[in-house]
Structures are given as C-alpha cells and as structure tokens.
C-alpha cells in the first residue's frame, strides 16, 4: 500500500490549490481515505474524508464551504482535495491517510499514510 500526495506549494491568501492522493498497491472501494494536516506546533487536524463505500462526505468546521474532496472518476485510484479561497492559517502540511471501511475523525484509525505536501498561503 502505497499512498503518494502532490500539489502543494506556495499560494496568495484568496487563492486555490488541488492537492492529489494516489493510490496503489489496493483499491479505493470500501477503503475511507482522509486529508490531515499539521502546521508548526499545532496539533494534527482532520480536513476531510471520503467514504469509498458509499462515497460519504465529512469536513473539518475550518474548511467547510471551502474545501472539497472528491475522487477521479477516470483515474480510480486518485483521491483530491480541491482548496478555494485559501487562508494563512491553512497554511501546514498536508497529508493523505487510509483505512478499510468508513471514516473516523482520529487519526491513530488510519494504517497506511502518505509522504505529505507542504502548502504555504501567504502574500
């Protein structure tokens, strides 16, 4: 298992950002994949997660109404998180992280994670 994220980097506050999670060595169904993120200091937060099973949706209260997870419909292993008007306390780095089965919010319940992206919102 395998989970590889791309797409971060350095963005102006306002701006957007779409972060990818690729997947191998399983398949996304009945698997929960979840973005986490950890700035300096700070604890490591829940962004985001989609339950592959049913396609279930969950967000943090700090990115609703501005984030986006999705799963490419053509790429069936490729899991993303689109990122809309992007604030300097997004600023951290951004992990992708899975499970069997459903979404749960703490993140000692997911077994396989990725390598993280950095994503930097500041002017």
């Known amino acids: 298992v395998l989970l590889v994220e791309s797409g971060g980097g350095l963005v102006q506050p306002g701006g957007s950002l779409r972060l990818s999670c690729a997947a191998s060595?399983?398949?996304?169904?009945?698997?929960?994949i979840a973005w986490f993120r950890q700035a300096p200091g700070k604890e490591r937060e829940t962004v985001s997660c989609?339950?592959?099973?049913?396609?279930?949706?969950?967000y943090g209260d700090s990115v609703k109404g501005r984030f986006a997870t999705s799963r490419d419909t053509t790429k069936d292993t490729v899991v993303y998180l689109q990122m809309n008007d992007l604030k300097p306390e997004d600023t951290a780095v951004y992990y992708c992280?899975?499970?069997?089965?459903?979404?749960?919010?703490?993140?000692?319940?997911?077994?396989?994670w990725g390598q993280g992206t950095q994503v930097t919102v500041s002017s």
């Open positions: 992280a899975t499970r069997q089965g459903w979404c749960q919010g703490t993140s000692v319940l997911y077994d396989y």
């Open positions: 060595g399983f398949t996304l169904d009945y698997h929960a």
């Open positions: 989609i339950s592959n099973n049913d396609g279930t949706l969950y």
